[in-house]
């Protein structure tokens, strides 16, 4: 079988290639290995209940008609409308560090007034940054890492208000620990700080299910269940797959969002340094349903990032989970028109992926992670109410489960440090998208798909 686009991945990433080149016409095949779609950003029902993956947030809010936006620009790209995501917007944020803490909704203004209130002598360089961030192009085509720590620190000499600025910006986006490039800092600022978060309120089912209706409805065709085992290549050029079951599709080029080292394991020769090119930044999540909502409790906020110490540290902890840091997300405390039918709190923490990944005994494995959600839970108690009474079911997931369900070797959320921002590879044909070619996010990951299957299938 001989398809023009085979794209290795049925996350947003994939999804989003998918439709643009089904649309352009196409013989496209999108590969999945798991039962399901939406890789690292997928849902499941346990004990009759509802759950999303990852979904705390999608970032890049713009209002309907707001053509400049990203947000609006992907959804164009996509033939999709507006209302086809149905997102809903965030009541509330905040990020709370010892004795202060920093509030923000979709109206940027209002954590320019907080920086003001908390930071009176950081105001102006505040403001000076914000515009630096405005004039930037992040998507310039320049060379090497430019340190994000570096250019604030040219505009605020606070270094509380730095780590309060931080602690969001890498907590979503950063594969590297405690500084990350500042083109990926200026893309994410913008899509977090500067426009905001929203939700369907269906959760991440009602984006996957719109996609896929409209890769099918182009003419895709979605293989679950079919891992790539291998990629087939003559004389540097990519020509094809092998199937885990042996089976081989050929096709003209080959799009991957496994991410970098995954995709290199499954090419005949290495094209980057292993060790180096592995992400280790994991996390660990507990998600508690609760037998009321969280509002009665008296807990508004939608998605609270936190640290305990002014000295935010944003690295792969040497504990099996890092209690001195965390984000509290309450999927109910959007603008929604009916209330959810399930209350939940999820608390997250970066996490030791080697901990988590080498226990071998299931039941050692299981009380851990009970053991650890406990203790992330107690110690966001006070900074969100007490729940812990209202608690009537609850799972869990670990760098074990992310590694088990999406591939990403170290259950690396942000996969590799090393991006490929041109998404090309030593092979001919074999080009990168997602994760690792360097957009991140559920918005993020969906524009990675259509920029590279515009730049290199589309040609
Ligand atoms: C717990 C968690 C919470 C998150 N929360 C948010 C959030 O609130 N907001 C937000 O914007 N982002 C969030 N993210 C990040 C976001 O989910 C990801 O950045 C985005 O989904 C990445 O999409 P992708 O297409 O690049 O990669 P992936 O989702 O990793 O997709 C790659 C796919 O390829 C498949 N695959 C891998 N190898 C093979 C193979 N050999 N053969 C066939 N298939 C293969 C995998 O199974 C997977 O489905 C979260 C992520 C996690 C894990």
Sequence with gaps: MQYDTIIIGAGLSGLAAGIRLAYYDQKVCLLERHTTIGGLNSFYRLRHRDYDVGLHAVT??????????????????????????????????????????????????????????????????????????????????????????????????????????????????????????????????????????????EGIRR?????????????????LRTGVNRILEKNGTAYGVELDNGEVLEGKRILSSAGLVETQRLCEKPFVEEKAATGDISFVESISTLDCSPADLGHHGTVVFFSNQTDFCYERPSTPVDLRSGIICSPNNYQFEEPLEDNKINITALADHQYWLNIDDEEQYQQAKQEHATAMIENAIGIVPDFQNHIIDQDIFTPRTIKKFTGHLNGAVYGSPTKQLSGTTPLDNLYLCGTDQGFLGIIGAMLSGISMANAHCLK
């Excluded at 996609?211 to 065709?221: M, Q, S, Y």
């Design 60 to 201: 890049n809010y713009a209002e309907k008609g707001d053509r400049s936006k990203p947000l609006n620009k992907l959804l164009r790209q996509l033939r999709l409308s507006w209302d086809d995501f149905a997102l809903c917007p965030q009541i509330e944020s905040s990020v709370v560090f010892p004795d202060c803490t920093l509030r923000m909704t979709n109206d940027f203004e209002l954590l320019r007034s907080q920086v003001a209130e908390c930071f009176p002598d950081q105001a102006d360089g505040f403001n000076r940054l914000v515009q630096s961030i405005d004039e930037f192009n992040p998507f310039a085509d320049t060379e090497g890492y430019l340190s994000a720590r570096e250019h604030i620190r040219k505009f605020l000499t606070d270094p509380l208000l730095e780590n309060m600025l931080f602690c969001p910006i890498l907590f979503y986006s950063s594969a590297t620990p405690n500084d990350l490039d500042l083109r990926q800092f200026v893309i994410i600022f913008r899509s977090i700080l500067q426009e905001g978060f929203s939700r369907p309120q």
């Design 207 to 223: 984006i996957l299910r719109v996609l896929v209706k409209k890769f099918r409805g182009e003419g895709g065709e979605l293989k």
